[in-house]
């Protein structure tokens, strides 16, 4: 009797047929994990697998790719971290095939038949430069201790509505925020050498923690325009007014100053002013209110009158000419309509100071709002 074709049988029959053996548990980290790790971001960065004639660093990769899929114990480690498939069964593409089909020796390989397989120089990309230095996930060494906890109470609070995710914003990227990105969650945990760039923006390495237990030293801006692309921003929903304005208005060593968004009075004699009830000029200044208004009573853009300051705010962080248009915007059907001289002043509308104020909140906090003129009143969209 044959034992191996009896339990081969056995196994073959209805009752195993839902068995299946134990899903392999992620193991802790080791140096076959975070070679593949390295691969895995090879791949990410250049949208294509390690090449042996490359760079010895990517020579380097290549080879251990093709050890772990060799070796069935290493391929069993490693798959659980697998994200782009490459320890996968692949079928053979329909271009291998025929590759295949025309190098048998049943044809012929004339000049004609491998023409075939040349890509026309207008179809082929551009080499873009490598940058010199690619950002690695690894695993994260005390994930447990300090970072499980923060990831499963930011899904609690989802869940139970205490949090939301909102569209994200550049002014959102500070340390300890969370965010979605490509399903997943991440937190900020760490930013160094932050510095603003030409384009206005900050950028800086930082030390963004995976809740699959990997972690990242990422560029800023690079997690910007991944969360930009494919993610959100976790908002805490229990935070007061007050516990917001004295968030974003905390200022730190890396806030730089933008400018002023200012409201005022006008102090016109003219009937036609003095007569206007609730009727300020909303507007914008890198130099200080004092010094923008010094000549107003000789500039149309102020109605030819002195003026009054009724409510400032100093901008960090943003383009504060682009917070001033949002507002210009939302009141944009209350706008005053009058000739001053040769000019038509814009900033002028016709809305109550409490309501500018609260558009002002409402507008750091990220929230979409519309004005209602009738009911001279703020409304959530």
């Given amino acids: 009797m044959n034992w191996d074709e009896e339990l081969l049988k056995l196994f073959d029959t209805e009752e195993f047929a839902g068995i299946k053996a134990p899903t392999r548990k992620k193991t802790s980290s080791d140096r076959l994990v975070n070679s593949f790790l390295e691969i895995i971001s090879f791949v990410e960065a250049n949208n294509r697998e390690p090449q042996t004639d490359g760079s010895i660093n990517e020579m380097s990769l290549a080879r251990t790719l093709g050890s772990i899929r060799k070796d069935e114990q290493k391929r069993a480690k490693c798959l659980p971290y ?33 023409d075939m397989f040349e890509i026309p120089d207008y179809m082929k990309k551009a080499t873009i430069g490598r940058p010199e230095y690619i950002a690695q996930r690894v695993v994260c060494e005390d994930f447990e201790n300090k970072y499980a906890g923060g990831f499963k109470d930011v899904h609690a609070k989802l869940n139970d509505g205490r949090y939301k995710l909102v569209k994200f914003k550049d002014e959102h990227l500070k340390t300890g925020a969370y965010f979605l990105v490509d399903g997943m969650l991440v937190l900020l945990a760490k930013m160094e050498g932050v510095a603003r760039k030409k384009d206005y923006k900050l950028d800086g390495r930082t030390l963004c923690i995976y809740e699959n237990g990997l972690q990242s030293d990422v560029l800023l801006q690079s997690l910007a325009k991944a969360i930009y692309s494919g993610g959100y921003s976790v908002k805490d929903m229990t935070l007061t007014d007050d516990d917001l304005l004295k968030k974003e208005f905390t200022i730190t060593k890396n806030d730089i100053p933008s400018g002023h968004i200012y409201v005022l009075r006008s102090k016109s004699t003219n009937p036609e002013i003095a007569s206007i009830k609730d009727l300020y000029k909303i507007g914008f200044t890198t130099q200080t209110v004092e010094e923008r208004i010094a000549n107003a009573k000789n500039d149309a853009t102020y109605l030819f009158a002195d003026v009054e300051i009724v409510a400032s705010w100093q901008v960090f962080n943003i383009k504060a000419v682009a917070f001033e248009n949002l507002i210009h915007k939302l009141f944009s059907h209350v706008q005053l309509k009058l000739s001053a001289g040769d000019s038509n002043p814009k900033e002028w509308f016709i809305v109550p100071l409490s309501i500018i104020e609260q558009a002002v909140n409402y507008i750091i906090n990220g929230q979409p709002i519309a004005y209602d003129a009738q009911l001279k009143k703020i409304v959530l969209l």
Wanted: proline content about 3%.
């Fill in 82 to 114: 697998d994200s782009l498939g490459l320890l996968q069964e692949k079928e053979k593409t329909i271009d291998e095939q025929l590759i295949e089909l025309f190098n048998d020796p049943l044809y012929s390989s004339s000049s004609e038949v491998q």
